[in-house]
């Protein structure tokens, strides 16, 4: 695999760990956007997948739900294949086409 195929693992394995601890805490997303002064196009993108998101917006998002660091990146751990940082670490880009 290579990098970018990795990045996507990564996206969607915060994606869904912020989508579930959301719900744990309420279904209505735009009421926790609004609640949280936390932009909807930010938090859809997250908990779609669609985009590398700061940790600054992750973290902040983590603290609205009661969540504090070291728990997001053990449940990141948890969520994430076996091995995963090791064959991420590895991974090289992929080639560009030369069209």
Do not use: H
């Amino acid at each position: 695999m290579y990098l970018e195929d990795y990045n996507e693992i990564f996206k969607k394995a915060v994606s869904r760990i912020v989508q579930r601890e959301r719900r744990l805490r309420t279904e209505k997303f735009t009421i926790f956007c609004y609640e949280n002064s936390i932009p909807k196009t930010t938090l859809n993108s997250i908990e779609l997948g669609k985009n590398d998101s700061s940790m600054t917006n992750l973290f902040r998002i983590m603290n609205c739900m009661d969540v504090e660091g070291k728990e997001f990146i053990d449940m990141l751990y948890e969520e994430l294949p076996e091995n995963f940082w090791e064959e991420w670490r590895l991974a090289e880009a992929r080639p560009k086409n030369k069209d």
